[in-house]
């Protein structure tokens, strides 16, 4: 099996570069056939690198003396910080120095690289941010989460055919279901985006279309891709984490909140923890910015060494299953 070589921007996010050296070294350690390139300041790198044992040939450094700021215009850093980890990552998958890059970086850096250096697949109009998000029963993909705040039918249309290749080919989903956001069940509902996208995921006769769905539909299981524009995608998504922060927050004081209540929790503690992992979303990697010519992951900027690991290991699932070859042919653009 050829090898996945991962460009990984260790000074992207709110915790670089600890927790990103961290998470390269974990993932170089749970698969063998993983080149983590570390780009970044190599004095910094080198110096977390010396905290942990790993494979010596499983990581490698590529210095970069530049760093994206959060606040930066991403068009202006893109053009003038050249020398950045999160555009010398880019350039590295543009040249096919890399299969796949991850950054915990600047998001408009990422989309604007994205679509300038790495550049989009002929034939997708716009890609999409497509996060994993857990369900009750797994997980689903929302589609768009925060790259296309202003989509059209036709885009939503290439975003609920691209997810379906990734459901069926990475999380082994046959035939997965499709369901649109919206404000009610009936075909009539919502704006004009999704009254005009609803016929056209009805007529594409290569997804599984089940209708509209509602916001409290996606925790229950309802579809297995949701599809949806930027702006409802990034409100979800925003909204299930802040959720599960205040649950996790409430579950944790009520265990400690008298003497019989911690005496239960001691006794669940194994079997309580193993079921909320399943809706912690930094276990299910970051969000691939799909139809690009090569991959790109955008984890959360707060994400520690968990998430990215498991989106390293992401990177190497999409190139096994040779995904942009699958959105081609799903999207008759041979």
Do not use: W
Not at 308 to 320: D, G, P, T, V, Y
């Amino acid at each position: 099996m050829p090898q996945t070589v991962v460009a990984l921007d260790c000074m992207g996010g709110d915790y670089a570069p600890q927790e990103i050296v961290k998470g390269a070294v974990a993932a170089a350690q749970e698969n063998k056939n993983i080149l983590v390139k570390l780009v970044g300041k190599e004095d910094l790198i080198l110096e977390e690198l010396s905290k942990y044992e790993y494979p010596a040939d499983a990581l490698e450094i590529v210095n970069a003396t530049e760093v994206i700021d959060m606040a930066e215009p991403p068009a202006v850093a893109i053009r003038e910080k050249t020398d950045s980890s999160l555009v010398k990552c880019q350039y590295m998958v543009k040249h096919g120095e890399a299969d796949a890059m991850v950054s915990a970086g600047s998001t408009g850096a990422n989309l604007v690289g994205g679509h300038v250096i790495i550049g989009r697949l002929k034939g997708v109009g716009r890609p999409p941010l497509a996060p994993l998000i857990p369900t009750i029963n797994g997980v689903a993909l929302l589609i768009d989460c925060g790259a296309n705040v202003d989509a059209r039918p036709a885009h939503l249309l290439q975003f609920a055919k691209m997810g379906s290749v990734y459901m069926e080919n990475i999380m082994g989903i046959k035939n997965p279901r499709v369901g649109l956001v919206n404000i009610g069940s009936e075909e009539e509902k919502g704006n004009a985006l999704t009254k005009e996208t609803f016929p056209l995921l009805q007529e594409a006769e290569d997804i599984n279309f089940i209708g509209n769905i509602e916001a409290r539909d996606i925790p229950a299981g309802a579809a297995d891709v949701v599809v949806c524009d930027a702006f409802v995608g990034n409100v979800i998504l925003k909204t299930y984490e802040g959720v599960a922060d205040a649950l996790m927050t409430k579950v944790k004081g009520g265990l400690k909140s008298s003497l019989k209540s911690k005496i239960g929790g001691l006794l669940i503690k194994k079997s309580l923890k193993e079921t909320l992992k399943g809706f912690q979303i930094e276990e299910y990697g970051g969000a691939p910015l799909l139809g690009l010519k090569g991959l790109l992951v955008k984890t959360h900027g707060n994400s520690k060494a968990v998430e990215i690991k498991n989106s390293i290991l992401q990177c190497a699932s999409f190139k096994e299953m040779d995904l942009n070859t699958k959105f081609m042919e799903k999207l008759n653009l041979k």
